[in-house]
């Protein structure tokens, strides 16, 4: 591969967070200019902080990230910074050329509006540029971290799951962009049906080892290739552990029989100990998090909820409309629509006016026209993961919520949720966002 081809390099890269943390050893990997890659690997495994490598937010303790000469990079995250939430949304695009992925300070940007207009229709999304970025939705903020990346037009664009909090409609134009883009992508996604859609490689991080497998093909034809990979490696670890076996077994048997037989055990032995060295490291599966359970709230009958009206806002007017909605126990509504149109908000309301995780007193919260009954528990999980402390650990958001207060409880069910003892006292703040994911839906299960 000709060292002008590639856009980024690792050579024998390792890096750890404090110490026996290691999160990549010597890690080797190339890619090409205008490849598309996905990046793959369990949460935890070290897929974002490859970015934070790449983007020299972070520095490796040894080996060298090398990043061809005059490359531009810039980065879509998942999560809009708590600290750009008031920004208008000018102000949030001034950012994203003010400190560029490279850490180099550009002067004004004189044409910022027309340039916004323009990123805006690759996005396909439009609004007034005062507007203040905490008053998106969700699935609106995902678009504008994807469009703050694209309007720096760089060489190397990094993609954090960028297709979370996108609906449909999001997802297929954001897919049709990505086709057709001519430059360098790496993606970070767990979407099969979007990653194969554009995907010319795979770079997978294993958890286990530390390393990096690079594959070449869509995203369906590699993880075919994985798995064919990991029979054939299983077969043969399997062949050679019956041999070893039946080498043990011969070398006890000589070595019984004393004399010239102990030399003809001997060899047994070591033939044993070479079988051993044949064996292949194979990559052990993804854990997965167990299957799990809210708890129920015996006690309850009858209706748990009752919405009679909402509220609608069209060209700032607030128009109040009747609804005639009512949900029983076991019973599960499934809200949809289109980015933007306030199903977040509507749930947010709800679990507002009663408080997160507090005790209902059957009354209406007076802005949904909802009614949630006496006793009812709440529990809230937020996308942007806003009910979490970031200065909490682990140990200390999961407590707070264990109504036993039985470590043994909780941390059973942290385990469930992939939250080993490796990361309970890390502060939230420092996990991956999938993550903080699991500690939000793990804090759901305890309440």
């Excluded at 297929?172 to 962009?177: I, N, P």
């Amino acid at each position: 591969m000709s060292q002008n081809d590639t856009v980024v390099s690792f050579d024998e890269v390792s890096f750890e967070y404090g110490h026996n943390k290691p999160i990549l050893d010597e890690v080797d990997l190339s890619v090409r200019r205008g490849m598309k890659v996905t990046l793959m690997g369990q949460n935890g495994a070290g897929k974002s902080t490859l970015f934070d490598l790449i983007t020299r937010t972070a520095k490796p303790e040894s080996g060298q990230v090398n990043i061809s000469n005059g490359v531009s990079i810039a980065q879509a995250r998942q999560v809009i910074p708590r600290t750009y939430l008031d920004l208008t949304m000018t102000e949030f695009f001034e950012k994203a050329f003010a400190e560029n992925a490279q850490g180099k300070t550009q002067g004004k940007i004189y044409d910022i509006d027309k340039r916004i207009d323009e990123v805006l229709e690759v996005v396909n999304f439009a609004a007034p540029h005062d507007r203040v970025v905490r008053s998106f939705s969700g699935g609106q903020q995902a678009r504008l971290l994807l469009a703050s990346a694209l309007i720096q037009n760089p060489d190397l664009l990094l993609l954090d799951e960028p297709t979370n909090n996108l609906d449909a409609a999001g997802i297929a134009h954001l897919t049709d962009f990505l086709k057709n883009y001519k430059k360098t992508v790496i993606v970070i996604s767990h979407d099969a049906d979007f990653l194969n859609s554009f995907t010319d490689g795979v770079l997978y991080l294993d958890v286990y080892t530390k390393k990096i497998e690079q594959y070449f093909g869509n995203y369906f034809d590699v993880v075919k290739q994985i798995t064919a990979r990991m029979e054939k490696e299983n077969m043969k670890n399997a062949q050679l552990a019956k041999e070893i076996q039946e080498n043990k077994d011969k070398a006890n048997f000589f070595a019984q029989k004393g004399g010239q037989m102990r030399l003809v055990a001997k060899r047994m032995r070591e033939k044993a100990e070479e079988l051993e060295e044949e064996k292949v490291d194979v990559r052990k599966e993804d854990r997965a998090i167990r299957p799990f359970t809210i708890p129920s709230q015996p006690e309850l009958v009858g209706e748990i909820i009752k919405i009679t009206s909402f509220k609608v806002i069209k060209n700032h007017k607030a128009t109040n409309r009747k609804a005639a909605i009512s949900l029983k126990k076991n019973v599960h509504l499934l809200l949809r629509g289109p980015n933007g149109i306030g199903k977040s908000t509507l749930l947010q309301t709800i679990a507002e006016s009663v408080g997160d995780g507090n005790v209902s007193t059957g009354v209406s919260d007076g802005k949904s026209g909802a009614t949630i009954a006496a006793g009812v528990r709440v529990g809230y999980y937020r996308q942007d993961f806003s009910t979490l402390n970031f200065e909490d650990t682990v140990h200390q958001s999961l407590m707070a919520v264990t109504a036993s207060r039985n470590e043994e409880e909780m941390r059973t069910v942290a385990a469930g949720f992939l939250i080993t003892s490796d990361v309970i006292y890390t502060k939230i703040g420092s996990l991956s966002e999938g993550q903080k994911g699991l500690v939000a839906f793990a804090r759901l299960v305890l309440e």
